[in-house]
């Protein structure tokens, strides 16, 4: 059970080159979501997926697009990257079926963490 | 708006002290709240977590947390601190049980052992 899987750990870009980072989760779950990590700023939320087939903005969008592939996979897309994009990308999952109660919805599995340097 | 708010940027504590983090959460509904610890190079694990019912919730790691609905906080405390516990802590909010949660967090309070 592998979890939450992200690619690539590592890597590094030119202004102004596109990448996607692809995550995919084993565990069934239904929510999906990116953040940033940057020093000072804690995990800021990019875009999550209540769903499959739905997408919804977090606290800092602009510059990123998602795609929600399937219930297992969920991208973040860099159309024309920037400086200001460097940072540690985090995928996550989590089960918020109804039905599934309290105990368990909104509790975030993480991935190990996507390092991205824009130069 | 959700909002987490950790107003202690870095602590030292000495190992074998108390500890305890600051966190202040705004949300205009029931929040669920929850504290997760990074340590150094690692991804984020989950310590605890507060749903409904009893206010003090116990975690991993002989972390606990009291949430507080009249000043909107949810601190974490530890009796007696190990050097292991050096780490960063981050507080989060989300949705009381909701198909369409955001889950926000603070900005961490980075946590220092003085042996």
């Known amino acids: 059970n592998a979890g939450v899987t992200q690619t690539p750990k590592f890597q590094v870009l030119k202004t102004g080159q596109s990448m996607t980072l692809q995550c995919a989760q084993d565990m069934n779950h239904n929510s999906m979501y990116w953040y940033r990590q940057d020093p000072g700023m804690g995990l800021r939320l990019i875009y999550y997926?209540?769903?499959?087939?739905?997408?919804d903005k977090g606290e800092v969008p602009n510059g990123y697009n998602v795609s929600r592939l399937n219930k297992r996979e969920f991208s973040l897309r860099l159309e024309s990257a920037a400086p200001s994009q460097t940072s540690v990308y985090f995928c996550a999952s989590s089960d918020n079926r109804r039905g599934t109660g309290g105990g368990g919805a909104n509790v975030l599995t993480f991935g190990a963490g996507s390092r991205l340097t824009v130069l | 708006a959700q909002s987490v708010t950790q107003p202690d940027i870095h602590i030292t504590v000495s190992e074998g002290a108390s500890l305890e983090l600051r966190c202040n959460y705004s949300y205009g509904a029931t929040p669920y709240l929850f504290w997760y610890v990074q340590s150094p190079g690692q991804g984020l694990q989950l310590l605890l977590k507060?749903?409904?019912?009893?206010?003090l919730v116990q975690g991993i790691k002989g972390f606990e947390a009291e949430f507080k609905r009249s000043q909107s906080s949810f601190n974490l405390r530890k009796p007696s601190v190990h050097w292991s516990d050096a780490a960063e802590y981050f507080c989060?909010?989300?949705?009381?049980?909701?198909?369409?949660?955001?889950?926000?967090f603070g900005s961490g309070t980075r946590l220092s052992i003085r042996p």
């Open positions: 997926s209540a769903s499959e087939g739905t997408t």
């Open positions: 507060y749903f409904s019912g009893d206010t």
């Open positions: 989060a909010v989300g949705a009381a049980y909701s198909s369409a949660s955001k889950i926000i």
